[in-house]
C-alpha cells in the first residue's frame, strides 16, 4: 500500500511531539545540560556542560531555536570549513550480496550496501554556519563485481548541527550515481526521487542511563531520532517502483573514551510491506574515529540486512563477517 503525503505529514507531526516529549521528559529527569550555541559557533570542540547556564530548559530552547540558522553577517566575515578524508573500505569476506533484478521499465539505484573492495574520497563543505554540502567519489576494485546501485559518486547536503537539543535536515543519495551512465542499462547520472530526505533530533541519554555507561570526563551517550522519506523505491515483492517510503531510527551512540565508540541504529517501517530485504532492522558499529586534521580513524561497521530474531534475513545478509572494516585519514582546513 502506497502511503499518502497526507500520512506522510501525519507521520511527520508523531515526530515532532515525540521529539518535544523526549526532551520534556528527559529535561525533568535532570539531564547534563548541552552548551548554549550561537548560530555561527562552526568549533568541532568535545560537548562539555555549561557553567553559565540558569537551568536546562534556557539550554534546550535555545538550541531548538536556533536549529536551521543561517549567519548571514558572517558572510565575507568568517571562511567557509572544509572536511575531507581519504578512506579504504575492506569487506571481511568476499561474498556477494542479495541479488535485485534488473527491469528495465522500473530503473532503480537502491539496492544493499557494497560489499567489495573499495576506495573513496569524501569533501564536506560548510559555507555558514552548519549549512554544507557533501560529494565523495568512489573508486572500486575489480570493476566485474559492482552492481546497478553501487555508486561512482554520493552526494548529500542539508543542516546537521551536533549540539544536543537541535534539529538536522538531510538529503542524501547513496545509490548507483554514474559519471558515465549507460542508457542500455537504464543508468542516469542520478535519481534524485531515489534519495533519502532524513528529519532528525539530537538529544542525550537519560541520567541512569548515562551515571551507568559514562566513566571518564570523555565518556558520553547520545541519541538520534530520524524520520526518513525516500519519494521513489524499489519494491521487490511488487517488482516496480513505488513511492514514499517512510521509516524511522533510532541512533544511538556511546563514545566510550577518548575517540573510541559503539553504535547501534534501530530501524522501525510503519508499512512493514516497505522494507526491502537489505532494509536491516538495525545496524551497529564500533572503532576509533578522531575527528581532529591529519589524523587515522578505524572503524568496524555493519549496514547488511540485519534483524531481530523473529524476522528472516535475505541469504547472505545479517552476519557478522557481512561488515566492512574502513580506515580514514581525515582532514580539517
Known sequence: MK??????????????????SITVAFAQNQLPTAPIKRASDTSRTTLTASTTAKSPWDEVWSNMRTSFALPVEDIGKKPGIFV???????????????????????????????????????????????????????????????LPWHPDFTYSFGYNDWHMYTFSLIYGNYGGNRFAPDASKGEQVTRFDQGTWSLGFKFPAPQFLRSALEFHPTSNVQHLLNLNVIPSYYNVGTSRLEQWQTFLSL???????????????????????????????????????????????????????????????????????????????????
Open 3 to 20: 502511503p499518502s503525503l497526507v500520512s506522510v505529514a501525519k507521520i511527520i507531526c508523531t515526530v515532532i511531539l515525540l521529539a518535544s
Open 84 to 146: 575531507g578524508s581519504i578512506n579504504a573500505w575492506v569487506p571481511l569476506r568476499a561474498v556477494f550480496p542479495l541479488a535485485v533484478p534488473f527491469d528495465p521499465a522500473n530503473p532503480s539505484t537502491q539496492g544493499p550496501p557494497p560489499n567489495n573492495l573499495l576506495a573513496f574520497a569524501s569533501a564536506t563543505y560548510f559555507p555558514l554556519g552548519y549549512w554544507f554540502l557533501n560529494f565523495s567519489y568512489f573508486q572500486f576494485i575489480g570493476r566485474k563485481e559492482v
Open 251 to 333: 541512533q544511538t551512540r556511546y563514545n566510550i573514551y577518548d575517540y573510541f565508540f559503539g553504535l547501534l541504529t534501530l530501524f522501525y517501517y510503519p508499512s512493514p510491506a516497505q522494507q526491502q530485504p537489505w532494509n536491516p532492522d538495525f545496524t551497529y558499529g564500533f572503532g576509533y574515529a578522531n575527528w581532529n586534521s591529519f589524523t587515522v580513524s578505524v572503524q568496524y561497521n555493519n549496514y547488511s540486512g540485519n534483524r531481530f530474531p523473529w524476522n528472516k534475513p535475505a541469504e547472505n545478509t545479517g552476519n557478522f563477517l557481512d561488515g566492512i572494516l574502513s580506515v580514514s585519514f581525515n582532514i580539517t582546513l
